[in-house]
């Protein structure tokens, strides 16, 4: 199972939650993603996706965190043992929205709200400050992300497996390109990552 977590004002109509959805369709494997649509509030996405997982037990998971959605990628990649990809993540979302507080609209629902310091915060109630266990994560960054230090995601997954491209964007335009890497990374991982029973305790790092 993939499981794609999108970013920031998104959602599981995002271009780059598409195009995988859509080449696993193509594969005949469309009952194998899963996109939930995130809550704005830190908190609560982080709670719909741990439900989701726990809801999962016994199969096997691989993650696709988006910018923020990296972020919440490498904290349920930790706690649950799961394989991950992260697509230019986040990697200090509490640092990097703070300059987001105020009035916010989702830019795919219209949805419209308030972001305050107190909500930022959740962010570090979920941070992971070291991850473990290198193997379980693919990075794809572009070095011309105009939205997030690529070299953030560069350092924070050293070890790990890393595709950095030059110049691109945020959006990852040519995303299409990588999407059967992502796959085959998913494919080859994600029997590691089978999620625990909601009865056993989460796998340690």
Request: contains cysteine; negative net charge.
């Amino acid at each position: 199972m993939i499981i794609y977590l999108h970013g920031f004002n998104s959602s599981p109509e995002s271009f780059k939650a598409n195009v995988v959805k859509h080449r696993l369709a193509e594969l005949g494997r469309a009952d194998e993603f899963l996109c939930p649509k995130l809550p704005w509030r830190f908190s609560d996405a982080a709670a719909l996706i741990d439900n989701m997982l726990v809801s999962l037990a016994g199969k096997p998971v691989c993650l696709i965190g988006s910018s923020l959605g990296g972020f919440y990628a490498t904290h349920f990649a930790e706690k649950y043992g799961l394989a991950a990809v992260m697509v230019n993540p986040a990697v200090k979302p509490y640092e990097s929205l703070a300059k987001y507080q105020g009035p916010q609209r989702n830019l795919y629902t219209g949805e419209e709200y308030v972001l305050e310091p107190a909500h930022v915060d959740e962010l570090l109630a979920i941070d992971v400050p070291k991850i473990t266990r290198h193997q379980r994560y693919l990075l794809l960054t572009k070095t011309g992300d105009e939205v997030l230090d690529y070299r953030q995601g560069a350092q924070k997954f050293i070890g790990a497996s890393q595709i950095v491209i030059e110049g691109g964007d945020h959006a990852f335009q040519d995303f299409g390109l990588y999407v059967d890497r992502v796959i085959v990374f998913a494919d080859n991982h994600a029997a590691e990552g089978i999620m625990p029973s909601v009865h056993s305790n989460p796998r340690s790092p």
